[in-house]
């Protein structure tokens, strides 16, 4: 059985920091890229902010460039999402999904249509 399972989210002030957890399993964690996505409250999933490969490939959207950090413990088939510098619009739910890392570029990225597992997310609020 897949599974992808985030955790870490909560409640934190503006300008604070989230570490935000994917543990996956039931799948070929080194053939997919793993991908962090967001829904904010009223608002569609918004395409993938950052994603990451085994082989190391990171891709960001520019609007969390800098404040957010995708990495991996490979051996653990888990990514982490670092989300520093917090604004009270990054209040979201979180989720994690794979995509088959092949169809993962820059330009793709973004396609929810790519990612075929997901997580059911995690809440994030952050308070002015």
């Known amino acids: 059985e897949v599974q992808l399972v985030e955790s870490g989210g909560g409640l934190v002030q503006a300008g604070g920091s989230l570490r935000l957890s994917c543990t996956t399993s039931?799948?070929?964690?080194?053939?997919?890229?793993i991908g962090w996505f967001r829904q904010a409250p009223g608002k569609e999933r918004e395409g993938a902010l950052c994603?990451?490969?085994?082989?190391?490939?990171?891709y960001y959207q520019d609007s969390v460039k800098g404040r957010f950090t995708i990495s991996s413990d490979n051996a653990k088939n888990t990514v982490f999402l670092q989300m520093n510098s917090l604004l009270p619009e990054d209040t979201a739910v979180y989720y994690c999904?794979?995509?088959?890392?092949?169809?993962?570029?820059?330009?793709?990225?973004?396609?929810?249509?790519?990612?075929?597992?997901w997580g059911q997310g995690t809440q994030v609020i952050v308070s002015s």
């Open positions: 999904a794979a995509a088959p890392k092949v169809t993962i570029t820059r330009q793709t990225m973004t396609s929810k249509l790519l990612y075929d597992y």
């Open positions: 039931g799948f070929t964690f080194d053939r997919y890229a």
């Open positions: 994603t990451t490969s085994t082989d190391g490939t990171t």
